[in-house]
């Protein structure tokens, strides 16, 4: 029994040190996340340097992306994007992203939509979660690996983990860009 105890108590231990969670961010680092730096054409720039701070936690923490997981399904991102393999739409898995894979281009076109239909959420979902939204959809269609993922469930998938990079898989990899500003044609 004291054997299980202590089992117990360094498993506990271990779980603690990992990964500490912040459940809500400090109200001065959600306000810098709204500070993107997008280039002129609105395609790619620069996160807000408070992303790097943080050792960028919306890329690489298993909360935010379960929690982006999870807002991904609450705000009905799948009607129109699928499992990430389309429909009305684009693909997340097809290796052509029309304004880029980084993370600012994915927050700016979630937070302020994107023409021929992706309408902003600016107004509907807080900037910490569209953040942690933004985490999870490049983690759908990542060409690299990471450590962390969100949880799923293994005998509904059709298709390999997220942090598996599914696309490396499914797809050849992309041909160098066509035009800089909007990359190669599908």
């Known amino acids: ?6 089992c117990l108590g360094i498993a506990a231990l271990l779980g603690y040190v990992g990964e500490p969670q912040q459940l809500r961010q400090d109200p001065a680092v959600i306000s810098e996340l709204e500070k993107i730096r997008l280039m ?6 620069a996160p807000p340097n408070v992303d790097f701070a943080l050792g960028q936690p919306y ?3 298993s909360y935010n992306l379960a929690q982006g997981k999870r807002l991904y399904s609450w705000f009905g991102c799948a009607t129109c994007h699928g499992d990430g393999q389309g429909g009305k739409g684009p693909s997340f898995l097809d290796g052509w992203w029309l304004y880029g894979p980084e993370m600012v281009s ?6 302020d939509g994107r023409p021929h239909g992706m309408p902003p959420y600016k ?13 999870y959809v490049q983690s759908i269609g990542a060409y690299q690996a990471k450590v962390a993922a969100p949880g799923r469930n293994d005998a509904r998938q059709t298709r390999p983990a997220e942090n598996r990079a599914p696309a490396v898989i499914l797809f050849e990899p992309v041909p160098t860009r066509v035009n800089p500003d909007q990359g190669p044609s599908p």
């Open 1 to 6: 029994m004291t054997a299980f105890a202590s």
């Open 40 to 45: 002129p054409n609105g395609i790619s720039g």
């Open 59 to 61: 890329e690489n923490g």
């Open 106 to 111: 994915i927050v700016s076109s979630i937070r």
């Open 123 to 135: 107004d509907k979902i807080p900037i910490g979660q569209i953040w942690q939204l933004a985490g």
